[in-house]
């Protein structure tokens, strides 16, 4: 927990002296946060080291109200579409809310983190990573996508 509260501070302290990634918007139009972080990026593509943590710090508002928030994760690269799966205990954005948590009212300001470790058997290629956050009537909160570069370890 010590650990958490560490990264999240000193992320916060590094999104008050930077302006975020430039990411994409989702496929389907889906709202789009007001910032994103990713640790060790700040352009597209990301790049990241296999078996490496990737850990996303968003900030975003929200269109309506929401009893619980889960995050997703899907990649595409080469058009082959992939689910991320994401280690149990990171699903539950309620979770990983700092200064706000579940249920959510429309128009709320929500900071949020995610963090997982990407497989040391990814190939060595570049894909979009999408991110989405889904109310328990799976309606899409926010959503946004960013470019991924695997190197080698």
């Known amino acids: 927990m010590l650990r958490f509260i560490i990264l999240l501070v000193a992320f916060l302290l590094f999104a008050i002296q930077t302006e975020g990634l430039q990411t994409r918007p989702c496929s389907k139009g889906q709202p789009q ?5 990713v640790n060790n990026c700040c352009e ?9 943590n990737i850990s996303i710090l968003m900030m975003f508002n ?4 929401s009893q619980t928030l889960r995050y997703e994760k899907v990649a595409t690269s080469l058009g082959v579409i992939g689910p991320g799966e994401l280690p149990p205990e990171q699903v539950n954005a309620c979770d990983w809310l700092s200064g706000s948590s ?18 040391r058997i990814l190939p060595l290629l570049t894909f979009a ?6 109310d328990e ?4 909160v926010t959503c946004f996508e960013f470019d991924v570069e695997v190197l080698a370890d």
């Open 33 to 37: 946060p007001t910032r994103v972080l």
């Open 44 to 52: 597209m593509p990301c790049k990241v080291i296999r078996g490496q």
């Open 62 to 65: 929200t269109t309506f109200s």
């Open 102 to 119: 579940c249920p959510v009212s429309a128009g709320q300001s929500i900071i949020s983190t995610l963090s997982w470790t990407t497989r």
């Open 129 to 134: 990573q999408e991110v989405s956050v889904l």
């Open 137 to 140: 009537q799976d309606r899409t």
